[in-house]
């Protein structure tokens, strides 16, 4: 049903060769094989889906000079060419998702096919789970409040530490040893500037109440970003301030940017009002008279 829903959108007909009969499309198959042996050997090394993305479509870009066999004009030639011939696309995309709507579980998930992911949302509500290729992301009334990279395994929970701060800060001795926070730590995503910000708060205020105004710091990422956030950490380290309120004021500054000094304002009439700087010279007159004797208390 999905795929007929695809096809309707585009506008366009489907038609299916025999499982594993590669010669029946022979000239696809053969395409592919150039792209592999030319562009993709070796394997490239990319960081990211969205990397090798890139990387395909700028090898893409380069066979558009390519000559096939012995035709006089190029890829790139011949796909101009054809797309005088071609239909407009719709208005609006086509969402390639597998769609599943399940139920927020007691640990704070939703299981979406063989694994579970985190949401920030209460339990037993019902949710959109979107499957795309290599992500999934979680709506809830229109809104997307979720969005994880795609486990292929089985059985694994996939967890967002930002889901759980309200909860862990009633809670706040089992923020050290929480799994979210350890698949932050695996993931890149602890740096160790907020352990060193997180061992001063307790070291200041206390095991308990120094992890509490640390769980109030990481919730200060959702509203500037932690980026941003893992930079002034390291700006209220160097500077010895270790203060919730005091980040949120260097926060409020970066965003806030640096301001231009002002132009001087001519007062005009209102000179009249300027006083001169005060002066202690007049308690030098209290000296005169001092003869450098015994001071009687």
């Known amino acids: 049903m999905r795929f007929m829903a695809f096809r309707s959108h585009w506008g366009f007909q ?5 499982p594993a009969e590669g010669h029946e499309k022979g000239g696809v198959e053969g395409e ?46 011949g796909m101009n060419l054809e797309r005088e011939h071609l239909q407009a696309l719709a208005e609006e995309g086509f969402d390639l998702a597998a769609i599943h709507f399940p139920h927020v579980n007691t640990s704070g998930c939703v299981k ?15 949710v959109q789970a979107k499957v795309h290729s290599s992500y999934v992301e979680i709506w809830y009334q229109g809104e997307r409040v979720a969005r994880h990279e795609r486990c292929f395994n089985r ?29 932050w730590r695996a993931q890149g ?12 708060l307790k070291q200041r205020r206390g095991q308990q109440p120094g992890t509490r105004a640390m769980i109030e710091v990481l919730l ?3 509203q500037y970003g932690y980026p941003r956030l893992q930079a002034v950490i390291e700006k ?9 309120e005091a980040v949120r004021l260097l926060l409020d500054a970066e965003r806030n940017g ?27 007159q209290l000296l005169e008279n001092y003869s450098g004797g015994e001071v009687i208390q």
């Open 220 to 222: 200060l990422g959702r």
């Open 155 to 183: 059985q694994q929970k996939v967890l967002n530490l930002e889901h759980y701060l309200e909860a862990l800060s009633k809670k706040p001795g089992a923020f050290a040893g929480s799994t979210p926070l350890e698949q």
């Open 112 to 126: 979406v096919l063989t694994n579970f992911y985190s949401v920030p949302l209460r339990v037993g509500v019902e």
């Open 14 to 18: 489907s038609e299916f060769c025999t």
């Open 32 to 77: 592919g094989g150039y792209f592999r042996r030319n562009h993709m050997v070796p394997v490239p090394q990319v960081a990211s889906w969205e990397a090798l993305n890139l990387f395909l479509l700028e090898a893409s870009r380069n066979d558009e000079q390519r000559l096939i066999g012995e035709r006089a004009q190029t890829v790139g030639a």
């Open 189 to 200: 995503r602890w740096p160790a500037s907020f352990d060193r910000f997180w061992e001063m």
């Open 236 to 244: 209220a380290l160097d500077m010895s301030c270790f203060d919730v």
């Open 258 to 284: 640096k301001r231009e000094p002002c132009e001087a304002v001519e007062v005009g009439a209102l000179r009249v009002y300027d006083r001169p700087q005060p002066t202690t010279r007049n308690y030098d």
